[in-house]
């Protein structure tokens, strides 16, 4: 008869696919919610300038979701690593948007000369999603937010 194989200790890597869940039930809703503010603000400039403005917020929505994504994707390559790793990778994610957004912003002040207010609109309210997530974090249970419980006395 085999000897058994004894199982390894679950809790770093289960307590690491808690927080990998976490992130990306978080980068999904972020992303539905940025979807339905850029359509907000589609449908808010379309009744107050017609189509040319809706088309302006919401290419400036799309960047913002678009710098979403491709932040979340960097950031998201990195989870579980060593946390030198981790932020190496967060500030470079960082400065990828960072640089992306210049050249997005760029190319559709080009092609939106006389737009430009719904633009920057529709690109801020991308950025009010992020508020709203980070409101949503300060509500999620201590064993997905790293804090250890502590007992009442």
Request: glycine share 10%; aromatic share 12%; no cysteine.
């Amino acid at each position: 008869m085999g000897r058994r194989a004894e199982a390894p200790d679950p809790t770093p890597d289960s307590a690491q696919a808690v927080y990998d869940d976490q992130f990306a039930k978080t980068i999904a809703w972020l992303f539905r919610v940025q979807a339905l503010l850029t359509a907000l603000a589609g449908l808010a400039f379309a009744m107050i300038g017609g189509l040319a403005w809706s088309m302006a917020a919401l290419v400036g929505g799309a960047i913002g979701v678009f710098l979403t994504g491709v932040t979340a994707l960097r950031i998201g390559l990195a989870l579980g690593g060593e946390p030198k790793q981790m932020v190496r990778a967060f500030y470079r994610a960082m400065a990828l948007k960072f640089v992306l957004a210049v050249i997005l912003f760029v190319i559709v002040a080009y092609w939106f000369a006389g737009y430009f207010i719904p633009v920057v609109s529709g690109y801020a309210a991308t950025a009010v999603a992020y508020w709203l997530a980070m409101q949503k974090m300060t509500h999620l249970p201590d064993s997905t937010t790293g804090k250890e419980k502590r007992d009442s006395v």
